[in-house]
């Protein structure tokens, strides 16, 4: 994902709940935990974030000026909706748009490749969290290029995603978490279920063996055939739960927005 001014994102990741937006420092609880049941992510979400109302002078005028006035536009493959592609949503929105535009998704596995590019910012990719759509493709690396090989890649300001599976694609188990594209990579993954398309190693140094001493490759209470740790690199990190703290609760999304976005999709 990609939130304003930084690079673009491959969005790869089963997310329940992942909202993320660019404003500046909100009022939230920065000691407690994200919980590591995903039934339990709206109870902590409701305890340690508050109403949007309650923050608006701590955010990004742009922001607060686009969340005032939002558009819903839907995507159904059935075509009982405004558009039956995700792409075709996108491509109805004016470039440099100044409103928030909620495309709500159905359930559905949408086999697209999606780029959002930096002229249509305030854009929000919302599923049901009772029926979760899912997003992928089959396009790889040779095909496109590492970079842009990706499933959906964002470079706009303000982007958000509630509620929507990305899926990986990969042949047999060789996808890896990460790789030493540059000398000293930090890459966590917490809480996160990964599929057999996992490479056993987990990660790799990029042919820069050199790497493995300054590389910063983590995993924390995953779970599924992919995070299965008996054959990953030596260089793995194994994280404590003192070490990941900083990482799963509020302030570790500093720079960052949370909304409810809810509240426009009753």
Same mark, same amino acid.
């Given at each position: 994902?990609?939130?304003?001014?930084?690079?673009?994102?491959?969005?790869?990741?089963?997310?329940?709940?992942?909202?993320?937006?660019?404003?500046?420092?909100v009022?939230?609880?920065?000691?407690?935990?994200?919980?590591?049941?995903?039934?339990?992510?709206?109870?902590? &979400?409701?305890?340690?974030?508050?109403? %949007?109302?309650?923050?608006?002078?701590?955010?990004?005028?742009?922001?607060?000026?686009?969340?005032? =006035?939002?558009?819903?536009?839907?995507?159904?493959?059935?075509?009982?909706?405004? @558009?039956?592609?995700? =792409?075709?949503?996108?491509?109805?929105? *004016?470039?440099?748009?100044t409103?928030?535009?909620?495309?709500?998704?159905?359930?559905?596995?949408?086999?697209?490749?999606?780029?959002?590019?930096? +002229?249509?910012? @305030?854009?929000?990719?919302?599923?049901?969290?009772?029926a979760?759509?899912?997003?992928?493709?089959?396009?790889?690396?040779?095909?496109?290029?590492t970079?842009d090989?990706?499933?959906?890649?964002?470079?706009?300001?303000? &982007?958000?995603?509630? =509620?929507?599976? @990305?899926?990986? +694609?990969?042949?047999?188990?060789?996808?890896?978490?990460?790789?030493?594209?540059?000398?000293?990579?930090?890459?966590? &993954?917490?809480?996160?279920?990964?599929?057999?398309?996992v490479?056993?190693?987990?990660?790799f140094?990029? %042919?820069?063996?050199?790497?493995?001493?300054s590389?910063?490759f983590?995993?924390?209470?995953?779970s599924? *055939?992919?995070?299965?740790?008996?054959g990953?690199?030596?260089?793995?990190?194994?994280?404590?739960d003192?070490?990941?703290?900083?990482?799963?609760?509020?302030?570790?999304?500093?720079? &960052?927005?949370?909304?409810?976005?809810?509240k @426009?999709?009753?």
């Amino acid at each position: 994902m990609s939130g304003k001014g930084s690079t673009p994102t491959a969005i790869h990741l089963a997310i329940l709940l992942a909202i993320f937006l660019t404003g500046y420092v909100v009022v939230s609880d920065d000691t407690t935990p994200i919980s590591a049941d995903a039934s339990a992510v709206r109870g902590w &979400f409701s305890a340690n974030v508050r109403a %949007f109302r309650t923050r608006k002078a701590t955010l990004d005028l742009e922001l607060v000026a686009a969340e005032a =006035n939002p558009l819903v536009i839907t995507v159904k493959q059935d075509g009982t909706s405004n @558009f039956k592609k995700i =792409n075709d949503a996108i491509k109805s929105i *004016p470039e440099w748009n100044t409103r928030r535009v909620i495309i709500r998704i159905g359930a559905c596995e949408y086999r697209e490749k999606i780029t959002i590019e930096r +002229t249509k910012p @305030f854009i929000t990719f919302y599923g049901s969290p009772n029926a979760m759509p899912t997003i992928t493709q089959s396009g790889t690396a040779l095909q496109y290029g590492t970079m842009d090989s990706a499933t959906v890649i964002v470079y706009s300001d303000y &982007f958000v995603a509630a =509620n929507i599976i @990305f899926k990986v +694609t990969g042949i047999g188990n060789m996808t890896y978490l990460g790789r030493a594209w540059m000398p000293s990579p930090r890459v966590v &993954f917490s809480y996160t279920t990964m599929g057999s398309v996992v490479h056993s190693a987990g990660w790799f140094d990029n %042919f820069k063996p050199e790497r493995q001493q300054s590389v910063y490759f983590a995993e924390y209470k995953c779970s599924g *055939p992919g995070a299965n740790q008996a054959g990953r690199v030596k260089y793995t990190k194994k994280i404590t739960d003192a070490q990941v703290q900083p990482l799963v609760i509020f302030k570790a999304l500093n720079g &960052f927005f949370l909304l409810h976005v809810s509240k @426009f999709i009753q």
